[in-house]
Each structure stands twice: as C-alpha cells, then as structure tokens.
C-alpha cells in the first residue's frame, strides 16, 4: 500500500493530522467568509444616494451622434439592423417597454441645463409597431435617476453646466498639443465663452454620466499651459446632490390615460343622427400627450404626469353641410373659424377624422402658460 503524503491537497488534512502532531506553535491562517453576493464594483452606485434608481451611463450628445447616424436612421433599415447598431455604439441594451401596438427599446441619457433644472434626461426611442418610428427628445427624469421639476409653471433660472463631457472630449482631441492662446481660440470657436478663467488657463464645465455618489458628474476642459479633461466636484459646475427630497421623486396620485375608444363609444351612445361626436380634449398648459404602455397620458417635459381630461359631448351638424366633413364646422382658409371649438382658449386646435368614426377633436390648453418644450436639448 503506497504511503499517503502530507501534501497541500485539503483533502488529506484530517488523515495528516491524525498520523502527526502539530508542531508547538503552529499557527492557521484565518479564511474570510464568503460573502452571499459578489462584492459590487467601487463605482458601483449607492443605493442610498439613489433613490430613484442607478441613474444612466450615457450623455444626451451621445444619443444625438447615433440619431444622426444616416446609415442606421434611414427608412431602408430594418428595425433589426438599426437596433442592433445603436446597441453597439452606444455600449447598452437599452430598456425594453410593451406597448398595446407593439414594443420599443429606450436609451436614456443625462443632458445638461434646461428649461426646469440644472440637468435634464432625454431619450432615443426606437419603436416597432404599424411601422418602424424612432424619436429623441425628453424622458422621465427618474430614468436618470433626477427628481421632478420643483414648478411647472416656472423656467429654471440657476446655475449649471450648457454641455455634455462628450462635447469637452471632442475639443480636446480636436485642440490635440496646441496650447495656449492658440488653443484656447479653438475652444472659444466651438464651445463659446470659457466659464472661468484660472491662472491663464480657460476652462469649461459639463455634465457628466452617473458615478458611485450622484446621478451627474462635473468634469473640466482646461486649455493653456495644456489641455486636459479632469473631474470635479459637482459644485464646481453649479451642481449640488443630497440626494434631494423623496417628496421630488414622487409622481403623484396615479392619472388616468386618456381613453378614446371609451369616448367615441359614449358619443355613440348619446348622440342622434343629425350630431356629431366632439372630443374636447383638455391638457394643462406646457404638457404633452405622449405614450405610456397602457395608452396616452399628459405628462410635462420632465415626465410629471399631468392631469388632463377627455371629454366626449355631441355638436349639431350645420344645416348646410350635405355631409359632414371639417369644411362644414370650420371653413376654408383663409376665413377659417374655431367653429364648435372653444374660441377661448389660446394654444389650441381642432381635427376633424373619419377613422374609426367621424369625429372631431378639440385641443384646448387650460392653466398657467409654462416654458416651451423646444427649450429642451
């Protein structure tokens, strides 16, 4: 029978330690418990400077390259080949939403100051329905990770950076070795007006992508004796995170969507031969309809769901229209009127469709006049 050797093999411990003594002072290292899940990475972000999720690790102007990308953003690309391409440019999955006519892939980003903050959070939307539709614009700051305007009706006013670190990237490489006035020039040319001015030097602030601490990061262009990009602390850049109240994470009571087969159906119920259906569709001043995957909803540009209504009411067809269409309620331009609409309400419009039943919309703006969504970056 072989002799059986005291190797390192843990297996033979206990055979080996029953053969042998221990030496006098022999010592064991200790072996640290496993931890029950992986230790996350050190920039990994704090749940409690998080409240409303991770935050995003993409900036607006990376959205805005993609988007302008005409090979991938051409009415000859499948929805396939485009999704996959912005996939690998910009590095996610991008989060997946079912709708009632499909589903689409969102890719949210942190933009700089807009109209309600010293931040905004926007969204490259590719969406398979009827028909392949893409769309970039503004999302629910909780996708980022942001609280909600604290007013809507009012325009920001305060501090923060104009531009993405995306965009001070981009100068650097552009600007290359040059140094000095020389360089600074360049920068000027690009990005405007430095923000501050430090021993000769230029620099300009951005936003920046979340880190372990914030939704937002600050970073610096700095061009004299060099130009370098570095990151600073959010102050810096007019930023400021505690993280803020919860009070300006939270949405609100739940608003309903607007439901307008459930109107057309009531007009069907109520009204006679000789009226038509009129949808008077009422949205805060500043809010938008937009998609929500129960169907659509007023919400501002941060994404504040807005409390908006839909209300269905019969209108008499004019005597002398032989059949209903939007020259019978309105006119022919240029002596166009607001017709059965209210004429009232500044910011509105009408429509007048056929499908799925002849009707006619009212879009009737109610409220305080607040900033324009176009503000948006």
């Not at 980003?109 to 905004?120: C, D, N, Q, S, V």
């Not at 329905?129 to 009012?154: F, Q």
């Not at 910011?347 to 056929?354: C, E």
């Amino acid at each position: 029978m072989r002799p059986l050797l005291c190797a390192s093999s843990v297996l033979v411990l206990a055979a080996c330690a029953a053969k042998s003594p221990p030496p006098a002072e022999a010592t064991v290292a200790a072996v640290p418990p496993q931890a029950a899940e992986p230790i996350p990475p050190a920039d990994a972000p704090r749940a409690d400077r998080f409240p409303a999720g991770p935050g995003v690790t993409l900036v607006h102007d990376q959205l805005t390259a993609v988007f302008q990308d005409r090979t991938l953003f051409d009415p000859k690309v499948s929805h396939e080949v485009r999704l996959a391409g912005v996939r690998k440019a910009l590095g996610v999955q991008g989060e997946t939403r079912k709708y009632s006519q499909g589903e689409a892939v969102a890719f949210a980003a942190i933009g700089p100051k807009w109209l309600y903050g010293p931040w905004g959070c926007n969204e490259l939307v590719l969406r398979l329905g009827v028909i392949a539709t893409w769309s970039l614009g503004p999302a629910n700051m909780r996708v980022c990770g942001l609280p909600y305007a604290e007013d809507h009706t009012k325009t920001y006013v305060g501090p923060g950076p104009l531009r993405t670190v995306l965009r001070l990237e981009q100068m650097r490489a552009e600007i290359g070795d040059g140094t000095g006035a020389a360089a600074q020039a360049i920068a000027k040319a690009k990005l405007g007006r430095a923000d501050a001015e430090e021993g000769g030097d230029a620099i300009w602030t951005a936003i920046g992508a979340r880190d372990a601490d914030a939704p937002v990061t600050c970073w610096l262009l700095r061009v004299g004796a060099k130009s370098e990009v570095t990151k600073a602390p959010l102050e810096t850049c007019g930023l400021a995170w505690g993280p803020p109240p919860a009070a300006r994470f939270d949405a609100g009571p739940p608003v309903p969507f607007f439901d307008k087969p459930a109107a057309l159906a009531e007009c069907a119920a109520k009204c006679s031969a000789k009226e038509m259906c009129l949808l008077e569709q009422r949205v805060p001043a500043g809010a938008t309809l937009r998609d929500d995957p129960d169907g659509p909803r007023a919400r501002y540009p941060d994404g504040y769901p807005a409390r908006a209504e839909l209300v269905a009411r019969c209108t008499p067809v004019p005597a002398t229209c032989a059949k209903p269409d939007a020259a019978c309620f309105f006119g022919k331009p240029p002596a166009m009127t607001s017709g059965p609409c209210p004429a009232d309400r500044p910011g509105g419009g009408h429509s007048f469709l056929t499908t799925p039943s002849p009707h006619i919309t009212c879009f009737v703006r109610v409220g305080e006049v607040s900033p324009s969504p176009s503000s948006a970056p």
